[in-house]
């Protein structure tokens, strides 16, 4: 039995392919058109996935779209009417988006498709129980908690629920429009980022300030309950009326100032409102899984996680620390784009009432769920353009590239099948040595073209992870920060140095705080992915030949994209992030490219006005 999972027409549309209730592909439709967060209907993702298993629409047994756009009708023809006569803005905004695209949606995706499959016949499923299906149908759990925590899905923003066989059962919702993930983008929005791509920058700039904001918050635009519920004080906001984010005169009231504007000089406020902000969700998300724990689960040890907030890999990490749950499992595609999976596992599971085999690792695959290219393609693809390359001996590959990374060498790997979430997680990546205090920010600014206060990931060998970092558990997806052992720290106090330097932060994070500068933040926290052998032996080997050469089984990995533009999927797209930027080397498979071994690469214009700055 094949079923496709579609999400789309809000952001990062997907779809993903399984084959009785194996995940056979899923991807974003961002890597194929180029276009960071596409919202649009997933075609070439379709595409891609019904060519991976070589199959046509008249092959799939039942198409399903991860949200129910008459429950969304709903919402809006709610929210329209109680704003009387100040819905003007949401209905310009909002009106053509809801009548001519998604309540369409069926035929949008027969075009797409071809058909709808072999029944002409498309399945809804609420958005959070897309979300919830995501977060524990693959997960290694026979029975857990689930928690969904997003900006909204139709009417719901945060639920609670259980996980048992194939069933999945949601207990307690809060509703729009208080929403966690909107208050997020809120501030994140105020702080001059943008919203949805944004967020990780406003959660990786928290551990430069101080939480001086958490009761002016609270008191202010936010109201927590003991059990984590929460109530926003709306007159501080303004996506409900369908305009910006917030009410900025009000925000600019209490937080003495405006808003920064986009790509300005961040300050000390930007640094405590992010602390602040963080600190909160923190709190709500450990409350939420207390009354969880408490009310529906008390007997259960096994907690999974979806919806965008689930990438707060700050939170998640509190969160495992605080061991309310003894195991958490959180789904790597955590936003929208994980909703295609979620959707069709439930079809599978929930409608057709299929037996779930759980798998004790899980059945994620490692999240490399997207397309592959082998040497021959490889090659042939390099020899029609005369690229220059060497051809890597298996059985030399993994040294090889050990001795390229113990010089310096920053170094974009492409190998296997593409990542399916936001996370690269080594065969799109950007690796280096993690030894120099001045890797951070060189990457930071001469490859990746994006703020220089921006942390990178540590790939670390799951055996050895502990020798590195405090760390409860293994973090396979990036999902969980942890932080440096203090064995491993140098002295570094964050506050004083801003202060010495007047909020430089370049001068700042060159400074080394531990034995492994250029992973280690400036609160000695890192987001940590763990490798084993069984997930993904490539990048396994390279770990294990850097640790030989170095001492060290750790290296930096960071997306191979450049700021604005979504992570590579063709080889193209790899070759023209390599000659764009300052790597060094570009490994294909088993071809290695040098830098300075490559002919002359053409650009018209300046390549960096072609993205939208995230």
């Not at 220089?452 to 992870?465: D, G, H, N, T, W």
Request: with cysteine.
């Amino acid at each position: 039995m094949y079923i496709l999972g579609i999400s789309g027409l809000y952001h990062d549309s997907a779809a993903a392919l399984i084959q009785d209730g194996n995940i056979v592909a899923a991807a974003q439709e961002e890597r194929f058109t180029r276009r960071k967060h596409d919202p649009h209907i997933p075609q070439k993702a379709i595409e891609y996935v019904l060519k991976e298993a070589d199959i046509k629409g008249e092959d799939i047994d039942a198409v399903i779209y991860y949200d129910q756009p008459f429950l969304t009708l709903n919402r809006f023809l709610s929210n329209a009417v109680a704003l009387g006569h100040d819905s003007d803005q949401l209905i310009d905004r909002s009106f053509e988006k809801m009548f001519a695209y998604k309540l369409w949606i069926h035929k949008d995706l027969e075009r797409a498709i071809g058909c709808l499959g072999k029944h002409g016949k498309l399945l809804t499923v609420q958005h959070h129980i897309s979300h919830a299906a995501s977060a524990f149908y693959p997960s290694p759990f026979e029975k857990a908690v689930i928690l969904t925590v997003d900006g909204v899905g139709e009417w719901t923003t945060t639920a609670i629920g259980i996980g048992e066989g194939n069933k999945i059962n949601l207990c307690e919702t809060i509703k729009y429009p208080h929403s966690l993930g909107l208050l997020y983008s809120a501030f994140t929005y105020f702080c001059g980022f943008k919203v949805n791509s944004g967020d990780y920058k406003f959660m990786g700039l928290a551990p430069y300030g101080k939480p001086r904001y958490y009761e002016l918050i609270k008191e202010n635009i936010i109201d927590i309950k003991q059990d984590g519920s929460y109530r926003l004080n709306l007159s501080y906001f303004d996506f409900y009326r369908g305009g910006t984010m917030i009410n900025e005169d009000m925000f600019s009231k209490l937080f003495q100032g405006k808003k920064r504007l986009p790509e300005s000089r961040i300050t000390q406020r930007e640094m405590d409102i992010a602390a602040s902000v963080q600190k909160i969700t923190e709190e709500i998300i450990i409350s939420f899984a207390l009354h969880a724990k408490e009310k529906y689960g008390k007997n259960i040890e096994n907690l999974v996680i979806a919806g965008g907030v689930g990438l707060n890999c700050v939170a998640n990490g509190k969160l495992q620390n605080e061991k309310i749950f003894k195991n958490i499992w959180i789904q790597p595609a955590a936003g929208d784009a994980g909703g295609a999976l979620g959707a069709a596992l439930y079809a599978y599971y929930a409608y057709f009432n299929n037996m779930r085999i759980v798998n004790a690792n899980d059945s994620q695959k490692g999240s490399l769920l997207g397309p592959s290219y082998s040497n021959k393609e490889i090659y042939s693809w390099l020899d029609d353009r005369n690229i220059p390359y060497t051809i890597l001996k298996e059985s030399e590959r993994a040294e090889k590239i050990a001795d390229l990374l113990t010089e310096n060498n920053v170094i974009g790997l492409f190998q296997g099948r593409m990542e399916f979430g936001p996370r690269a997680l080594g065969n799109r990546s950007i690796i280096a040595g993690c030894l120099s205090s001045d890797m951070q920010s060189h990457i930071n600014l001469k490859i990746k073209y994006r703020e220089s206060f921006r942390p990178f990931a540590p790939i670390v060998l799951e055996e050895k992870s502990n020798e590195y970092f405090d760390l409860c558990s293994n973090s396979p997806y990036m999902l969980k920060v942890g932080k440096v052992r203090e064995t491993r720290r140098t002295e570094f106090d964050i506050e004083k140095l801003l202060q010495e330097y007047g909020e430089d932060m370049l001068k700042v994070i060159s400074m080394p705080r531990s034995d492994i500068p250029a992973i280690t933040h400036v609160d000695y926290s890192a987001r940590i992915q763990t490798v084993n052998k069984d997930t993904n032996s490539k990048l396994y080997d390279i770990l294990h030949e850097y640790e030989k050469k170095t001492g060290y089984a750790i290296l930096v990995n960071t997306s191979f994209n450049v700021r604005g533009d979504p992570i590579v999927c063709s080889l193209r797209d790899a070759y023209t992030c390599f000659m764009r930027t300052g790597m060094d080397v570009l490994i294909l498979e088993n071809a290695i490219l040098y830098k300075d071994k490559q002919p002359e690469f053409a650009d018209e214009g300046d390549w960096r006005d072609m993205y939208e700055l995230d």
